[in-house]
């Protein structure tokens, strides 16, 4: 049966049945748990948070994300409230659960633990083991799955802003689960767009015209998981030590169709070529300069799942005039985002 695309994007959403359930803790029960936030439990450390893995006396695993007590910055508290407003009201198998949180000696959030860590750890951390086709062909469907949630099925549009492979946790079964929602922000329903200051997060996964304009919507995130599925073809960073960045190097590979070159030359060859060429078509639209030509997150997830119809075909056709617009305009433009207030994903 062919997938409606426009019949599923214009679908009233219906408000949730129920709300998401977490507790608050005491300092004792996650100091506990953290052997008092002890050194060798530390698995991850942010622009300005913490986060350590700990169990509970139930057996329970947990992440414990606390601001970094050093920080005494009120727009980071502001970020790590505004995180707990927000994931309190998130609730899918592809988005971090909130357990609950503490206000005790400072401020903390409590999460379930992700047994792989990040994504990002797996791609480019120690390689004891290399990630295989199959669980990052996984990780790009869960992903999609988890922003299709924020952008259309929670009651409020939420816009995440900072999808980067350090962002995406691994669970137990290597099911992808966004995370770090420190930066995200609410779109009503009838708002096209924020217009956001600064420009805050991730270099080398920011969309030009939240860079250039500040215009924050759905789209800049399709942006953000465009690099991301390149990151997971190519095994490289989105930024390399050369300080190239990875849209300048894909894009000539896209355009000639060396699916060859593009692949991380440690998988060896083995990975499913239909759905890497599918893949490969997603992530080349989803990085398109203008907007208004990336796909909803629903047609990237029938683009990964299906592939490109003829129908769904005509509607991505580019006039020449706007590529070779957006080429002039887009793949020059890293040069010149210096300025960006980077942020580094704790969880």
Same mark, same amino acid.
């Given at each position: 049966?062919?997938?409606?695309?426009?019949?599923?994007?214009?679908?009233?959403?219906?408000?949730?049945?129920?709300?998401?359930?977490?507790?608050?803790?005491?300092?004792?029960?996650?100091?506990?748990?953290?052997?008092?936030?002890?050194?060798?439990?530390?698995?991850?450390?942010?622009?300005?948070?913490?986060?350590?893995?700990?169990?509970?006396?139930?057996?329970?695993?947990?992440?414990?994300?606390?601001?970094?007590?050093?920080?005494?910055?009120?727009?980071?508290?502001?970020?790590?409230?505004?995180?707990?407003?927000?994931?309190?009201?998130?609730?899918?198998?592809?988005?971090?659960?909130?357990?609950?949180?503490?206000?005790?000696?400072?401020?903390?959030?409590?999460?379930?633990?992700?047994?792989?860590?990040?994504?990002?750890?797996?791609?480019?951390?120690?390689?004891?083991?290399?990630?295989?086709?199959?669980?990052?062909?996984?990780?790009?469907?869960?992903?999609?799955?988890? @922003?299709?949630?924020?952008?259309?099925?929670?009651?409020?549009?939420?816009?995440?802003? /900072?999808?980067? +492979?350090?962002? $995406? #946790? =691994?669970?137990?079964?290597?099911?992808?689960?966004?995370?770090?929602?420190?930066?995200?922000?609410?779109?009503?329903?009838?708002?096209?767009?924020?217009?956001?200051?600064?420009?805050?997060?991730?270099?080398?996964? @920011?969309?030009?015209?939240?860079?250039?304009?500040?215009?924050?919507?759905?789209?800049? /995130?399709?942006? +953000?998981?465009? $690099? #991301? =599925?390149?990151?997971?073809?190519?095994?490289?960073?989105?930024?390399?030590?050369?300080?190239?960045?990875?849209?300048?190097?894909?894009?000539?590979?896209?355009?000639?169709?060396?699916?060859?070159?593009?692949?991380?030359?440690?998988?060896?060859?083995?990975?499913?070529?239909?759905?890497?060429?599918?893949?490969?078509?997603?992530?080349?639209?989803?990085?398109?300069?203008?907007?208004?030509?990336?796909?909803?997150?629903?047609?990237?997830?029938?683009?990964?799942?299906?592939?490109?119809?003829?129908?769904?075909?005509?509607?991505?056709?580019?006039?020449?005039?706007?590529?070779?617009?957006?080429?002039?305009?887009?793949?020059?433009?890293?040069?010149?985002?210096?300025?960006?207030?980077?942020?580094?994903?704790?969880?």
């Amino acid at each position: 049966m062919e997938l409606n695309v426009k019949a599923i994007d214009e679908m009233p959403v219906p408000a949730p049945l129920w709300k998401p359930s977490w507790r608050c803790f005491t300092y004792d029960e996650i100091s506990g748990a953290t052997n008092n936030f002890h050194a060798d439990n530390l698995v991850g450390r942010g622009g300005y948070a913490e986060v350590y893995k700990g169990v509970l006396s139930d057996g329970q695993m947990i992440a414990v994300k606390r601001l970094a007590k050093a920080n005494t910055d009120e727009q980071k508290e502001k970020e790590f409230l505004t995180e707990l407003g927000i994931i309190g009201h998130v609730c899918h198998a592809n988005a971090t659960s909130l357990i609950g949180c503490c206000i005790e000696n400072g401020l903390h959030l409590i999460f379930h633990f992700s047994v792989h860590g990040s994504l990002d750890s797996l791609l480019h951390g120690t390689k004891t083991r290399v990630l295989e086709w199959s669980i990052r062909y996984k990780v790009a469907i869960g992903t999609a799955r988890g @922003l299709h949630y924020l952008h259309k099925c929670c009651q409020r549009r939420i816009i995440h802003r /900072d999808i980067k +492979s350090s962002n $995406v #946790l =691994l669970g137990k079964d290597f099911e992808p689960q966004i995370s770090d929602f420190g930066l995200s922000k609410w779109l009503p329903r009838q708002w096209t767009h924020h217009s956001v200051t600064p420009i805050e997060g991730t270099f080398g996964y @920011l969309a030009p015209e939240y860079f250039l304009h500040g215009i924050v919507d759905e789209k800049t /995130d399709v942006f +953000s998981f465009g $690099v #991301l =599925l390149l990151e997971i073809i190519s095994g490289r960073r989105p930024i390399d030590a050369s300080e190239q960045n990875i849209l300048s190097w894909a894009k000539p590979l896209m355009e000639s169709g060396n699916i060859h070159e593009l692949v991380d030359p440690q998988l060896r060859g083995q990975y499913d070529i239909h759905q890497m060429q599918r893949m490969v078509l997603t992530a080349s639209l989803c990085v398109r300069h203008s907007a208004i030509w990336r796909p909803s997150m629903i047609e990237v997830l029938q683009l990964l799942i299906e592939g490109q119809s003829d129908e769904l075909a005509d509607c991505w056709k580019m006039s020449i005039s706007l590529i070779n617009e957006d080429d002039d305009d887009f793949w020059g433009f890293e040069e010149s985002e210096s300025g960006i207030a980077a942020t580094n994903g704790a969880i």
